[in-house]
């Protein structure tokens, strides 16, 4: 069986698991042309009386000092460019935008994009787009520092409709106003060729990802085409311009970045989708994590990885059996070598804290391990059996939830919230 079908057969597999067919989580997939298409054609527009769409600022390698702009318009723009300036002041500086064009799904996307550099840390700006004699109203914008921060985690936002997705990150963003930036751990949507989807997901992130950068993480659903069949993730690569990693064949695929205190490590769990057309996805990043975590002088090293490093026995499938995945077996040693604090995972849609994983058994002495749950309406409820490495586990029968942290120099605070605040898990990682 060759992987394109090993794929597609897990994925009809968990379908028919959770209920048969095309229903997921209780709510009906409603496909290309309903529910996402009425959402493409009624995108709220962000600007007084330019045609811009899905603005977002998109994550700098260094946050402190740049910044990633990043929109779509209806038709091309003439000079198009962003001006910014210090909050509440009059004085602006202005950076050209680039086109950043794109066919897919039949659609062309007209993209552009704009990077802002040499800015200050700690600093709170506003910029706006113009084209011509045009322009948008003025949006948020606050460079990192060198302190603590915060920022919302929220796990697959793949979905059946995305309202619930809009109602959870909306909430969350609500009652978390002092958050930095947020981060969205794969299956962004839940199915990558389906320019409706994102244009969905961007419709329920509107009013957040245009003033807080946005860090993706790529999932197996963005590699998918219309058909359900594997492809290269085209879409998720075009959407979000990530900071460069040196690779001539992965660019975009992973990545870093430093925020405040902490390096993040955002890696790429989809060697198996992407073999076929590329090889030497997880070779690569091997080699590539051990120099850039090297490399880094800050106080926290933190890794971001979609598919999760343990495997579940599954509800009537005794020939499963509990223990480590690919990814966890391609990764941990690596994870607890280079001194790894916390990783965040995700994929199973389920909550789960591991505590502190070292050579496959709780050990103080090595990373924390956070499976993220879900934050979209695709659910498997009842599927996975309780692994002997979990500590604590979302109430069932699970539904969808967000993730804080709280970073400062000292410790690591993350808290785990039901969509209505609810609090169900804290855990604290201190340096010594």
Known sequence: ????????????FLKALIGGGLLLGGGVFLGKGTWYRQVANGMRNLTNDLDFQ???QVIAADPASASTIMWQSGSTLSSPKVEYRLQGQEETEAVPASEDFFTDDGVTN?????????????TAYEYR????????QWQPLHTAGEEGFQCLIFPDSQSSDYSDWEHLAQE??????????????????DNGEDHTQWQAWFHAVDGIVNR??????????????QNWKVRLPEAYLKYFAVPENGSRDFARYYYSFDYGPVHFMVLNSQWDETEDFKSGLKEEQIEWLRKDA?????????????????????????ERQEGISDVGEAFMPLFEELGIDIVFSAHLHTYRNRGHIRGNHHDSKGPLYILTGVAGNVRYPG????????????????????LTMDVTKERIVIKCFLPDGQEIDQVEVAKK
């Open 212 to 225: 807080m950068p946005f860090v993706p993480v790529m999932g197996n659903h963005e590699t998918y085409k």
């Open 172 to 189: 969350a963003a609500w009652r978390n106003p002092e958050a930095a930036f947020f981060v969205n751990m794969g299956d962004i949507v």
């Open 110 to 122: 007209c993209q552009y994009v704009a990077k802002l550099a040499g800015l200050a840390p700690a």
């Open 54 to 56: 899905c603005l977002r």
């Open 383 to 402: 599927l996975w059996i309780d692994h002997a490495l979990d500590e604590r586990v979302a109430p069932q029968p699970e539904t969808d939830n967000y």
């Open 129 to 136: 787009l113009v084209s011509e004699n045009s322009a948008s």
């Open 294 to 318: 090297q490399q880094s002088t800050k106080q926290w090293k933190i890794v971001l990885i979609h598919k999760d490093v343990l495997q579940y026995r599954i509800h009537n499938r005794p």
């Open 1 to 12: 069986m060759n992987k394109t079908n090993h794929i597609l057969t897990r994925r009809n």
